[in-house]
Every structure is written in C-alpha cells, then in structure tokens.
C-alpha cells in the first residue's frame, strides 16, 4: 500500500499503536521509541510536542532521556535536535550554513525574508514589552508606527492580534507567536536576553529606543545568537 493511499481520511478514527511494547526486552523497548520519536519529529514541518510524542511512546517513558539519547547519537551528523517553540525539531548545524548557501545560494535552501532595520527594532519592543498595542509602539518611539510595519510582522507570522486593550476604544494589542520562537530558536520568550542585563552590558537602553536607534549588534538582528533574516 502507497503512503497517500494509507493516509487516513478525515473522518476515520486515528491508527491505534502498541506504545507499551510489553512483548520486547527493555533496551529493544528503548531503540523502538527512540526510533518512533526521531521519526515524527524528522517527519514534522514544525516543532513537535510532548503531547504528541505522547502517543507513540508508552506511559513509562521518559522523554527527556529518550530526546537525550537522539541527540547523543547525533554528535557527529551536520543536523542536531534542538527544544524551540515548546516542541523539538531537527535543525542542520550552524557550522554548515555556508556549506547550503553554497549549494543553494541561500540558507536551508528556502527563500529569506531579511527585515528592515525599523521592522526589527518594532519587532524586538513587543517580543520585550508584550502585549503592546500600535499607539503605545508609537508613543514609545516617538513617532507613528505604521499599519503597514506591522503588516509585514504580521505577514511574516511573527507576531499576532493579543487581547483587547482597557484603553478607550479596547486597541487590539501584539504578541509574538510560535513561530517567532521557532524562528529565533527560542522555546520559551523566558529565554530573550534579560533587558535589565542588555541595559548593564550597554547594548540596549530605552533612550536609544526612543531616538529610534538599534543598538550595536541587535543592528544585524542579532537577539541571543539569532539573526533577522526570516525562512520564507
């Protein structure tokens, strides 16, 4: 049977698996699930949960193990598994860029996005001051914040509509999304620099903000060794 003819129809029930694996050894117990998570995590366009890794391995296992084993088995491959977005994904390795710009005359193969320096700068104030609506990015900045700025973060799925302001009105606020972690390699916004921490170091501070100035190194969209050039 062909892969799109064993696709399951919508309305079918989801293809029940032996997750306990009570018929096999332990360390066979351990390959399988190993084996069963690196391949829905390779398998994923997108980061993979806890919860849907859940469902091919048993209630005793335990996934951080079985996610440090794959990747100690990685060591020596050019791809890694990496925790961003609340999930896992594999992601070639750094050091390997230039070798796939090469290849294809851009990173990962895929067409890049890279912002604007006032996209990056709109875009860090409410990755830090979340949720903010587009009047209090304006009033920050000392001018307005267009709608179209915001269009392209939008465009970009880097940010989304938040709740509703209490100002006069109920202003839409911005947060960021999922996919600005995934894209930066964060899997949690608890991991940005601590602003307080780029304030001491001299890298950010709220009279550069005002004045509209991207401080020295976030200028090439660097945020904790991420970079502002966006995969299409």
């Not at 399988?32 to 209630?59: D, N």
């Not at 996209?119 to 990015?137: H, K, N, S």
């Not at 940010?159 to 911005?174: C, E, F, L, M």
């Amino acid at each position: 049977m062909s892969e799109s003819s064993a696709r399951r129809k919508p309305n079918e029930q989801p293809v029940l698996v032996d997750t306990e694996l009570e018929h096999l050894p332990p360390e066979l117990r351990w390959r399988e699930w190993m084996g069963r998570v690196e391949a829905v995590i390779f398998a994923a366009s997108e980061p993979v949960t806890r919860s849907v890794l859940a469902r091919v391995v048993g209630k005793n296992c335990n996934l951080e193990l079985i996610i440090d084993d794959i990747r100690a088995e990685l060591v020596g491959r050019p791809y890694e598994l990496v925790s961003v977005a609340g999930g896992w994904q594999h992601r070639t390795k750094k050091v390997f860029g230039d070798a796939i710009q090469a290849a294809f005359g851009m990173p990962s193969g895929q067409g890049t996005k890279e912002l604007s320096q006032s996209e990056a700068l709109v875009l860090m104030c409410i990755a830090y001051f979340q949720p903010i609506t587009r009047g209090e990015l304006s009033s920050f900045f000392g001018k307005e914040v267009s709608r179209d700025l915001i269009g392209v973060l939008r465009g970009q799925n880097l940010i989304a509509s938040g709740p509703r302001s209490p100002q006069p009105g109920a202003p839409y606020t911005y947060v960021t999304t999922k996919n600005f972690l995934s894209q930066f390699g964060l899997d949690t916004l608890r991991q940005l620099p601590d602003f307080e921490a780029l304030e001491d170091a001299g890298l950010l501070s709220k009279e550069k903000l005002l004045a509209g100035d991207i401080p020295v190194g976030l200028a090439d969209g660097e945020v904790d060794d991420a970079t502002f050039e966006i995969e299409a």
